[in-house]
């Protein structure tokens, strides 16, 4: 037995419900630096045009789709970039967005901030996780009335960079839950037209099995049997620990316990044992209603100790119907029992098919304000979405360019704030991928008077 536990992992290959996920949204495209340069147009004036936004990440949920097994050995998503700008007022392209498929059931998160972006429970939702960088303005957005023939554009913007966590809980209206052998996936054969591996062994489920039950021509619920619960499952034990994520989504648990174990099992510590685990993992888990079953009663000791058990059941208030998952005896009752509970625990009304097909952004995380760290190797860093996105944005290499940007930073408080921080002359000051040194031109000027003629410049 303990080979076969050993080889767990290559058993369940088929069957992945967990990835981890880095996807690029796309940057956005240049802006253009061009002139209109015609014969008889010695006027012509900047004509560049902006670049094209980059391309989104999405996830789509399918439902032919069952496992996150594709995106195991796809980890690494990015999307292509916007087109640049060109002359005659021309803007890029928009980048195409790239698509992840996932099936119905799946929790997406963000792993750096550790918040659940969204939560696929319709076949043909859409959530753009990271957002394309928008295209960088071409020279004819820079012109006003004191700067007539502006000679430089923007770079694109950088796209989101996300690191995603990828959880499948599947969906079902029931979930059969029991140790290691009760008899789960026999039971999940019989009453429905799942096929699940069945072997006189413990472990023998490797996977979760989803089969669909009809009660009658109008009636049926989805059940899956959740495999490889065992004492200190909610620490990782036997298979547990990856398939009690599964439960969550369940309205009802069948519970089903074996009367006729190999180990002479006390039933009723099967039972304690079980809901144990479910409250460690999660309290709500707990508190599900449950369906109680005592499977094997095509043996006759089953039989008799059920019957033995039967007034300390009733004094815990547990109801144990008496089953044989072989013969198929008790089933009918069992199914009309999970159908009554079922019918008296309504999910909530689902929202209409515009809400759920529509295209819904994921949360972006949380900008990051402007901030100055002083260290004796770098001189003074300055971190801050916004300043760092201005940087990026900038051709370093033109000089009209810096100085846009110079202002923009001047207006934005950062010289205030590296002054604040006790920077002199000729310190590093660095932000993203630009260095540079400080250079204050007017010294003698009173920094709280805000005098006007006040000139700072990084150079």
């Known amino acids: 037995m303990s080979d076969h536990v050993r080889n767990t992992p290559s058993a369940t290959e088929g069957f992945i419900?967990?990835?981890?996920?880095?996807?690029?949204?796309?940057?956005?495209?240049?802006?253009?630096?061009?002139?209109?340069?015609?014969?008889?147009?010695?006027?012509?004036?900047?004509n560049g045009g902006s670049g094209g936004k980059g391309g989104d990440i999405a996830v789509v949920s399918r439902p032919d789709i069952k496992t996150l097994i594709d995106l195991r050995y796809h980890s690494h998503w990015k999307a292509p970039r916007g087109g640049n700008g060109q002359s005659g007022h021309k803007h890029g392209a928009d980048g195409e967005d790239k698509v992840i498929h996932a099936p119905v059931g799946t929790v997406v998160y963000d792993v750096d901030a550790n918040q659940v972006l969204f939560d696929f429970t319709e076949p043909g939702q859409t959530c753009v996780v990271a957002c394309g960088g928008r295209g960088g303005r071409g020279n004819t957005c820079f012109v006003s009335s004191t700067h007539r023939a502006p000679r430089f554009?923007?770079?694109?913007?950088?796209?989101?960079?996300?690191?995603?966590?990828?959880?499948?809980?599947?969906?079902?209206?029931?979930?059969?839950?029991?140790?290691?052998?009760?008899?789960?996936?026999?039971?999940?054969?019989?009453?429905?037209?799942?096929?699940?591996?069945?072997?006189?062994?413990?472990?023998?489920?490797?996977?979760?099995?989803l089969g669909a039950v009809r009660i009658d021509s109008e009636t049926s619920f989805i059940v899956a049997d959740i495999p490889g619960i065992v004492e200190g499952a909610h620490e990782g034990r036997g298979l547990g620990h990856q398939f009690l994520r599964h439960v969550e989504r369940t309205r009802v648990l069948v519970h089903l316990l074996d009367f006729a174990p190999i180990d002479q099992r006390n039933p009723l510590e099967d039972f304690e044992v079980l809901n144990r685990e479910l409250?460690?993992?999660?309290?709500?888990?707990?508190?599900?209603?449950?369906?109680?079953?005592?499977?094997?009663?095509?043996?006759?000791?089953?039989?008799?100790?059920?019957?033995?058990?039967?007034?300390?059941?009733?004094?815990?208030?547990?109801?144990?119907?008496?089953?044989?998952?072989?013969?198929?005896?008790?089933?009918?009752?069992?199914?009309?029992?999970?159908?009554?509970?079922?019918?008296?625990?309504e999910p909530p009304a689902k929202a209409t098919?515009?809400?759920?097909?529509?295209?819904?952004?994921?949360?972006?995380?949380?900008?990051?304000?402007?901030?100055i760290d002083v260290s004796f190797d770098y001189g003074y860093v300055v971190t801050g979405d916004a300043v760092e996105r201005l940087v990026a944005m900038t051709d370093l290499d033109n000089p009209e360019a810096?100085?846009?940007?110079?202002?923009?930073?001047?207006?934005?408080?950062?010289?205030?704030?590296?002054?604040?921080?006790?920077?002199?002359?000729?310190?590093?000051?660095?932000?993203?991928?630009?260095?540079?040194?400080?250079?204050?031109?007017?010294?003698?000027?009173?920094?709280?008077?805000?005098?006007?003629?006040?000139?700072?410049?990084?150079?």
């Open 153 to 209: 554009a923007e770079k694109g913007e950088p796209g989101d960079r996300r690191r995603l966590r990828l959880v499948l809980k599947i969906l079902a209206d029931v979930g059969i839950i029991g140790l290691p052998n009760a008899g789960k996936s026999t039971l999940i054969s019989h009453i429905s037209a799942a096929k699940p591996k069945i072997a006189n062994y413990p472990f023998t489920t490797l996977t979760p099995n």
């Open 279 to 345: 409250e460690l993992f999660d309290e709500e888990l707990a508190r599900k209603p449950q369906v109680v079953a005592a499977n094997k009663m095509d043996v006759p000791e089953a039989r008799t100790k059920l019957g033995e058990l039967e007034p300390e059941l009733r004094a815990r208030g547990i109801e144990a119907l008496p089953v044989s998952a072989v013969t198929g005896e008790g089933l009918q009752d069992l199914l009309h029992r999970v159908l009554s509970v079922l019918r008296s625990t």
């Open 402 to 459: 810096v100085a846009y940007m110079e202002r923009k930073l001047q207006r934005m408080g950062l010289y205030q704030k590296l002054r604040e921080a006790g920077i002199v002359d000729g310190d590093f000051v660095r932000i993203g991928t630009f260095v540079s040194n400080f250079v204050d031109e007017d010294k003698g000027l009173d920094v709280e008077s805000g005098d006007s003629n006040e000139t700072t410049r990084l150079s």
């Open 353 to 371: 098919s515009v809400e759920t097909k529509r295209k819904v952004i994921a949360p972006r995380p949380t900008p990051r304000p402007l901030h």
């Open 17 to 46: 419900d967990e990835v981890t996920l880095e996807v690029q949204a796309g940057d956005g495209g240049n802006g253009a630096a061009t002139f209109r340069r015609e014969k008889y147009v010695p006027h012509g004036g900047p």
